[in-house]
């Protein structure tokens, strides 16, 4: 019998196997019911005593060595079974379906890429605000137009008839953000509020209820409008590309004084006219200014010691002058065909 274990021992050890189908095999030999190694302590019953130690110790290490050996060759054979008959390497692979950022996220993260090159840091406020943030620190006379329901979507109103600080509303402009930067931090001042903001206009190919704002605020000592011209333009071309021109031209906002308009030269007639720019060669972009004095003040910032400069733009129409888009509500309907033509961009 020892002759007999110490030959299985070394089969055992030495086999190798090309499929599960002899896995099979090898367990019904050694493993099953009726298998070797039962039969083998069937047979232990009549070895006697003076030998039942070496057997025995034998006979158990048959055992153990028989499962080890099943086990491992199990996995062996399952992990090659698996490359086998799941991999073709010659199969064309599946094609990845890629998502795409949306066109106003990639504009901004750009504008926010831009400005904080040159020194801006980002800051964030709620789109719930109040009519002091968003209007009366501002230099919104009470009886502008903007505040009127028309312009503005109104969450509580003391009464329809005044404005008051504690209107609450949606805020219809990210100045109120640098507002609020302004009351919290001291000059120097460098940041952009990129944001959501809200007015009450009928949907149309060229305005929206809801869109999408950058804008910037630089406060400190000599702060001129040369600054915010070199800033601009900088932008400009960093954005449309470096052959682009701006032109500003007078404008009027409560906040600033001057206040102006800036148009970039028109990319696709290349100045000289053409549908887009309505065959004027150029297009507009945002608006900017000197900040009002009055605003430095209620923001107790002391407007004798510093200057600022502020300027707002829309990303929709950033992202339509740079991409060709000609419907703002493309940008709201998530409709694949639209959103899938900008997978190459970040
Ligand atoms: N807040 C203005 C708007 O919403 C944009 C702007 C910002 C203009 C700063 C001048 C200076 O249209």
Redo the contacts with the bound molecule.
């Keep these: 019998m020892l002759q007999k274990i110490t030959e299985l021992l070394q089969e055992v050890s030495s086999v190798t196997l090309k499929n599960t189908g002899d896995l099979e095999l090898f367990r019904l030999k050694f493993l099953s019911k009726k298998g070797l190694l039962s039969d083998l302590f069937e047979d232990f019953k009549n070895v006697p005593p003076s030998s039942k130690k070496e057997i025995g110790q034998k006979l158990n290490l048959l055992k153990q060595n028989a499962q080890e050996k099943y086990n491992s060759l199990k996995t062996e054979l399952s992990n090659l079974e698996d490359i086998t008959s799941y991999t073709d390497l010659t199969r064309p692979s599946y094609l990845y379906s890629l998502g795409s950022r949306h066109p106003i996220s990639i504009v901004r993260n750009e504008l926010i890429d831009i400005f904080t090159r040159i020194g801006f840091t980002v800051s964030e406020g709620p789109e719930i605000e109040d009519d002091d943030h968003v209007f009366t620190k501002l230099n919104f006379a009470p009886e502008h137009p903007a505040r009127d329901m028309q312009d503005t979507f109104y969450i509580s109103r003391l009464s329809s008839e005044d404005s008051s600080p504690r209107d609450i509303l949606l805020r219809t ?1 990210t ?1 109120s953000v640098q507002v609020r930067v302004m009351q919290n931090q001291k000059p120097p001042i460098r940041t952009i509020s990129p944001g959501r903001v809200f007015r009450n206009e009928a949907i149309s190919a060229r305005a929206h209820c809801i869109f999408h ?1 950058v ?1 910037g605020l630089y406060i400190d000592e000599n702060v001129s409008f040369a600054d915010l011209r070199q800033t601009l333009l900088f932008f400009a071309r960093e954005m449309f590309g470096k052959e682009t021109e701006i032109r500003l031209r007078p404008s009027y ?1 409560p ?2 004084e001057p ?1 102006a308009e800036m148009d970039v030269s028109c990319k696709i007639c290349g100045g000289k006219g053409c549908n887009v720019c309505k065959h004027t060669g150029w297009l507009e972009v945002l ?3 000197m900040v009002h004095p009055n605003v430095l003040e209620a923001c107790s910032i002391d407007s004798r010691k510093y200057t600022g400069f ?3 733009m829309g990303i929709e129409r950033v992202a339509m002058l740079k991409y060709g888009v000609n419907d703002l509500r493309l940008y709201f309907e998530n409709d694949l065909r639209f959103l899938d033509q900008f997978k190459s961009a970040f």
């Design positions: 402009h100045s704002q804008e906002f906040f600033t206040s608006g900017c200014g502020a300027f707002g």
